[in-house]
């Protein structure tokens, strides 16, 4: 008995080396999980992969996109195997997110924002993937999009990229302090506000020379997405950095009321973050170059 005591003993220290071994490996991994799902909360990965309408599981896709060219529908991001990410190599996601090119070589189309997304710095998308990969498997096979030819062929996308798309990763501007430019990198990269408050052409691309000045709805039966450069008239301009604040808050605005439509889903998102990142957001929008909104207003 008194013989066996120090053999346990021995036998459950030996047990615990692997253990003690193994668990800064996992503090690191609980960190990168944690810094991921931040991050994915300021980019809204959930806002367009969760069908929350329909009952759908987060990550998990199927949710319906309208625009102009067609329905789309978004892909399962879970760690599914066979209908998610789960045998995906961190290169492939890097990819996806910075070139807008699946696996098979193929071109994603640009209702999945990557023209925003290709910003992202590599090690923010290795925690984002991280955090995705930790979260439940779900097994639900993608839809097919609902769109119409010519939009519906993928390699066009290449002619389209060639013209219109600048790949990432985000540059901080050397003359800027760290607030504008934490600004910038949370607003052109992972929030992707442009994507909805800057008018588009014909073909879907934004107008550098309107960023953010407004948008009409993206398809039907949505929301036109109003000027928020300075312009005093047709912007934000007359806001205090309060007022910007307390819609990125709580989404209350100035006039006393609340924003709705796709907005109040970026409030959930905006909520989450911390102040001082919500604050930057705000250094930002300040200093973006006034632009007059369109016939929207
Ligand atoms: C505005 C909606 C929208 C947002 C926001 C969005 N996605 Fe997507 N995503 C899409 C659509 C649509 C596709 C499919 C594009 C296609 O098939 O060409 C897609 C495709 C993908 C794919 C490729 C999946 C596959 O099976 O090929 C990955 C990975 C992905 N998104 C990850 C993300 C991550 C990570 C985020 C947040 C950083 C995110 N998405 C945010 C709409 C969105
Ligand atoms: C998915 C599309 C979408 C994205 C992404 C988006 N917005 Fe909006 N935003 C809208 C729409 C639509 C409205 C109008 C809501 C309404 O009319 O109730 C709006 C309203 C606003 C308003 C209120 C403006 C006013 O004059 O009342 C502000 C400020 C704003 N957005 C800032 C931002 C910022 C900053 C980001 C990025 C962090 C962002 N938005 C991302 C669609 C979007």
């Known amino acids: 008995m008194r013989l066996n005591v120090p053999i346990r003993g021995l036998a459950a220290a030996a047990a615990l080396i692997p253990l003690l071994h193994a668990a800064p490996v996992a503090a690191a991994d609980a960190d990168l999980v944690a810094r991921g799902a931040y991050l994915a909360t300021a980019a809204g990965c959930a806002n367009c992969h969760t069908d929350s309408a329909h009952g759908g599981q ?20 879970t760690p599914d195997p ?12 890097l990819r996806a997110l910075r070139e807008g090119v ?7 189309f640009p209702a999945f924002p ?29 839809r097919r999009h609902d769109v119409s030819f010519p939009f519906s062929w993928r390699f066009l996308q290449n002619f389209w990229k060639l013209l219109f798309f600048t ?6 501007a050397p003359d800027r302090g760290a607030a504008y430019n934490r600004g910038a ?17 014909s073909l879907g ?24 450069t300075p312009d005093p008239q047709t912007g934000i301009g007359n806001w205090s950095d309060d007022d910007i604040l307390g819609v990125l808050t709580d989404g209350h605005t100035p006039e006393f009321d609340q924003v709705g439509g796709p907005m109040a889903e970026v409030v959930k998102d905006t ?8 604050r930057a957001i705000v250094v930002y929008l300040r200093s973006v170059p006034a632009k007059p909104g369109a016939e929207l207003k």
């Open 102 to 108: 699946r696996p098979d070589g193929a071109n994603y």
């Open 82 to 93: 066979e209908t998610g990410i789960g045998r995906w190599t961190d290169a492939q996601f």
């Open 185 to 201: 990198y949370l607003v052109t990269a992972l929030a992707h506000c442009g994507e909805c408050h800057t008018p588009r052409n």
């Open 167 to 172: 790949e990432g990763p985000f540059q901080p």
């Open 271 to 278: 909520a989450k973050l911390s102040e001082e990142d919500r």
């Open 58 to 77: 987060p990550y998990a896709g199927g949710l319906a996109l309208g625009t102009p060219f067609g329905t789309f529908y978004t892909p399962n991001i």
């Open 205 to 228: 691309v934004m107008d550098p020379d309107r960023f953010l000045a407004g948008a009409p709805p993206p398809g039907p039966g949505g929301k036109k997405a109003p000027n928020i």
């Open 114 to 142: 990557y023209t925003s997304y290709t910003n992202i710095l590599d090690e923010d998308a290795r925690a984002i993937k991280a955090f995705l990969l930790a979260q439940p498997p779900v097994r639900q096979p993608n």
